[in-house]
């Protein structure tokens, strides 16, 4: 029932896909798809559903959302010439009353629909052509209440979202010279799937959670957002750490969802390093997680943890207390949004992605796929957009407060 629920009244807001493949980065700058008109259509379905057909000459990174006064869909690409673009000729929808074309500060295309009626993007997806390297953005649209569609709107000013300033101003005032860096981690993936729950993966729920949260910390104008995957592949543990001291990261957030065999778990948990791991199921993760790294035959963490070691020596009287006041704005933000959390929702554990030296870390374990209510919250786009609204609104918060409290030891 819940699953249906999700797939028809699916509210997912914000799809974000980025091409990544080095070829088209390079040529990013210049990637200008052209709309095709042919085969186009926005067009009434059963069961008060839209479908949102756009044919492009060439694949390009795009996301879609939603937005309110009026009450809109927009689909966003990076980006697409809809010049000759005729809204009489792709309309046939008595739900969509206008389609507008519009070129974004940061060089985006805009396609702006306006609703007759509140709805909520329900699946979209982008297929390349292999042979003719064109593009089709399929897009559906289900029925939702004015109450729901509130829900998904970003409270962001949408207009300020594109404004890229080199010197954020954060909500005290604090001037930041540089934006935060945050590295999302979504556990496992390729080979690894992590936990399993009938026909789904943790590592793809978690993969697009961090997508969600990716584009919502985007909004709040001072992040720079990296993934230490964007698909479904393998990542050593011993990689992803690399790859968050690669890039410079101000914060490491590793996202888990994982099964326990014994008992019942609920609820969001946050994770921060110890030296031990504080209680047995803290203990039975993190060795669930160590294994991980096992998997594909390159067995690192034990070097790993010898260099890491030496370093969280070296660093943890700064960098501990940092995480650990980010886990506590994280649940305590998480509470507010959600209304529950797990009964001990902050724990210390040793995970390997953990042991980043220098760069303030978390794991949070977003719920237990090995219980019904957890799962069902999971893939319920609602639950997901309050979870990821307390996930940003903890870090925009910790991003004040860690730059306060750095300015306070300096002088
Ligand atoms: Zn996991």
């Given at each position: 029932m819940t699953r249906a629920r999700s797939t028809v009244v699916t509210l997912l807001i914000v799809v974000f896909q980025l091409v990544c493949t080095s070829s088209?980065?390079?040529?990013?700058?210049?990637?200008?798809?052209?709309?095709?008109?042919?085969?186009?259509?926005?067009?009434?379905?059963?069961?008060?559903q839209v479908e949102i057909k756009l044919n492009l000459s060439q694949q390009v990174p795009y996301r879609v959302y939603v937005q309110s006064s009026p009450n809109r869909v927009l689909l966003e690409f990076g980006s697409v010439n809809f010049q000759g673009f005729s809204d009489t000729k792709l309309l046939s929808s008595k739900r969509v009353r206008n389609a507008e074309t519009s070129v974004l500060p940061n060089g985006w295309s805009r396609l702006s629909l306006e609703l007759t009626k509140p709805f909520a993007v329900t699946s979209a997806e982008m297929k390349r052509d292999a042979n003719t390297e064109k593009a089709t953005l399929s897009v559906w649209l289900g029925p939702v209440t004015e109450e729901e569609f509130k829900d998904l709107v970003s409270p962001y000013n949408e207009e300020e979202n594109y404004t890229v300033t080199a010197e954020a101003e954060t909500k005290n005032g604090l001037s930041h010279t540089k934006r935060v860096r945050v590295v999302l981690d979504p556990g496992h993936g390729g080979e690894d799937p992590g936990a399993?729950?009938?026909?789904?993966?943790?590592?793809d729920l978690m993969l697009r959670l961090a997508l969600e949260i990716k584009e919502a910390l985007l909004r709040a104008e001072i992040f720079d957002v990296f993934l230490t995957r964007t698909d479904d592949r393998f990542v050593s543990l011993r990689d992803r750490v690399e790859f968050a001291t690669e890039h410079q990261a101000d914060l490491f957030i590793s996202l888990h969802a994982d099964a326990i065999d014994k008992g019942v778990a609920y609820g969001t948990t946050v994770y921060t390093l110890s030296e031990k791991a504080s209680d047995e199921l803290s203990e039975t993760l993190a060795h669930e997680h160590d294994r991980a790294s096992l998997l594909v035959g390159a067995d690192l963490t034990g070097a790993e943890d010898t260099i890491a070691d030496i370093l969280i020596e070296m660093a943890s009287t700064e960098t501990l207390p940092r995480s650990e006041a980010l886990a506590e704005g994280m649940i305590e933000e998480l509470l507010f949004e959600l209304g529950s959390v797990n009964?001990?929702?902050?724990?210390?554990?040793?995970?390997?992605?953990?042991?980043?030296?220098?760069?303030p870390s978390i794991l949070v374990e977003v719920g237990f796929l090995s219980t019904q209510s957890d799962l069902d919250n999971l893939?319920?786009?609602?639950?997901?957009?309050?979870?990821?609204?307390?996930?940003?609104?903890?870090?925009?918060?910790?991003?004040?407060?860690?730059?306060?409290?750095a300015i306070r030891r300096r002088q």
């Open positions: 088209l980065l390079a040529q990013s700058n210049s990637a200008l798809a052209e709309f095709i008109e042919e085969g186009s259509v926005i067009k009434d379905r059963l069961w008060r399993l729950a009938g026909n789904l993966k943790e590592s009964a001990k929702p902050l724990r210390k554990a040793g995970f390997s992605v953990l042991k980043s030296p220098d760069i893939i319920d786009p609602i639950w997901r957009n309050k979870f990821v609204n307390g996930f940003r609104n903890a870090l925009v918060k910790w991003v004040d407060k860690d730059t306060a409290d």
